[in-house]
T-cell receptor
């Protein structure tokens, strides 16, 4: 079954420290991968999609097919980055997104 | 404003009752998806509608049902409510053959 695994429920870092939020997926073929961010239990917002290879708010993510990973990285965390982060990819039929359980990032000064 | 509108924002009801959650998709989007977000289960896909037809089903209980109307708004009906149904219910919409979602702000359901 397709699965998105985010092994860390909570990641706490200090402001200015590097951040890496882990995401591993199980998917046969070439998935399209996404990171969504949710601030304070509000609506989810698209942060990144791997095919666009863009950097949003200083975050980047690289698809590693060998390790089936799509880790989200930022070199210097800011307090406003504190939020819940979800990794996702489409189901095999391509009809719906499957989300990981999410990682809460807490950035403190 | 994302363009996806969900009402109501909050709902408090008693066990055994039935509620209806409403979602209006972003203009031009034909697909509507419903998700349940709880603290222990994360985001669980419930069901998808495309242009009025059910397209995909996820972990949706038999007590729950949904439909999409000709004007493309969708309703999620939750019946015989249990305490464990307390959660945030999100609706998302997308265009044709695309899984780039736009999410609504959610409906927070509390069952007491």
């Amino acid at each position: 079954a397709q699965r998105v695994t985010q092994p860390e429920k909570l990641l706490s870092v200090f402001k200015g420290a590097p951040v890496e939020l882990k995401c591993n997926y199980s998917y046969s073929g070439s998935p399209e991968l996404f990171w969504y961010v949710q601030y304070s239990r509000q609506r989810l917002q698209l942060l990144l999609r791997h095919i666009s290879r863009e950097s949003i708010k200083g975050f980047t993510a690289d698809l590693n097919k060998g390790e089936t990973s799509f880790h989200l990285k930022k070199p210097f965390a800011q307090e406003e980055d504190s939020a819940m982060y979800y990794c996702a990819h489409p189901d095999q039929a391509g009809t719906a997104l499957i989300f990981g359980k999410g990682t809460t990032l807490s950035v403190s000064s | 404003d994302s363009g996806v509108t969900q009402t109501p924002k909050h709902l408090i009801t008693a066990t055994g009752q039935r509620v209806t959650l409403r979602c209006s998709p972003r203009s031009g989007d034909l697909s509507v998806y419903w998700y349940q977000q709880s603290l222990d289960q994360g985001l669980q896909f419930l069901i998808q509608y495309y242009n009025g037809e059910e397209r995909a089903k996820g972990n949706i209980l038999e007590r729950f049902s949904a439909q999409q109307f000709p004007d493309l708004h969708s309703e999620l009906n939750l019946s015989s409510l249990e305490l464990g149904d307390s959660a945030l219910y999100f609706c998302a919409s997308s265009g044709l053959q695309e899984v780039r979602y736009t999410f609504g702000s959610g409906t927070r359901l509390t069952v007491v």
